[in-house]
């Protein structure tokens, strides 16, 4: 069940009439800005194409953990028209700053094409004054009409300074709602292990020929079973978008050829094979071990 709070009407408000055509939430993990972004997004979307862009790559609710995603939605239909995803590598954007920020960049491209407003979803990452420089930057990157920061006890005043000085973004400043649930972090690492599971649930061992392919991320140095046996991989297309992910198994250079536990898909649609930080075990539970490269 979804607790609307009264401040959030007149920012949907905003939205509706044009004000604000692109709105950036902010917060703290565990603050309730997703539940208010997916209320924004459900109101504005009776009425105009709209889009969501979630910028979470551990706990996303529009796509897979290690992937930012824009979901397309059309007026009066209740679930997106189309989802897009951009593959990072990794479940903290912390590790992947400027492979975050070039995604977003990328999806807000992207869905400029067809909506007529966007809300943004923040990752969280919001502590530290490493925190503060990536914000600041993606605030400069999207441009937004306004900022909608939520609070606690005004811990994010930094953040609200800063905005300040860029001209013409409002500020909303509202409060945490007392309906807003934690979630430890074993629970946010079941929810991602969870997606894991129920996305590779009907994948098959394939051969993959990889020779058209250019490879990418964090391609290890060598190719050995410690570098890539368990390592999450991503089939891309010529835009870098995502196509499917994958469960490296073995990877032959030589021969051009990737064993990989991945879903039905076509690779020669592929242009990219994308390697990410991150490591599965056979059950699919993370692993993020110092491997040899």
Known sequence: MMYVESTWNQISEELKKGNFKRVYVMGNTD??????????????????TSALIDCDPGQSTLGLPTTLNAALFYPEDEKPAKIISRFIGDTSPHRKLMQALLSVHRLLDKVNEECEAVVIDSSGYSSGNSAAEFQAAMIELIQPDAVVLIEREQELEPFASQIECFKNIT?????VSEHVKARSMPMRKEYR??????????????????SPMSLCGSVPVRFTVQSVRGRLIAFCDHEKFL??????????????????????????????LQFGD????????EEHPLRAQ
């Open 31 to 48: 603050c309730g800005k997703t539940t208010l972004c997916q209320y924004l997004i459900r109101e504005l979307s009776k009425e105009k």
């Open 193 to 210: 292990e969870e997606k894991y599971r129920d996305y590779f649930k009907e994948a098959k061992l394939q051969v993959v020929d990889i």
């Open 278 to 285: 991150l490591f599965l075990t056979n059950d699919f539970k």
């Open 243 to 272: 196509i499917k992910l994958a469960v490296a198994r073995s990877l032959y250079e030589n021969d051009k050829i990737c064993v990989c536990l991945v879903p039905e898909f076509d690779s020669k649609e592929a242009a990219f």
């Open 171 to 175: 500020i909303r400043r509202i409060l």
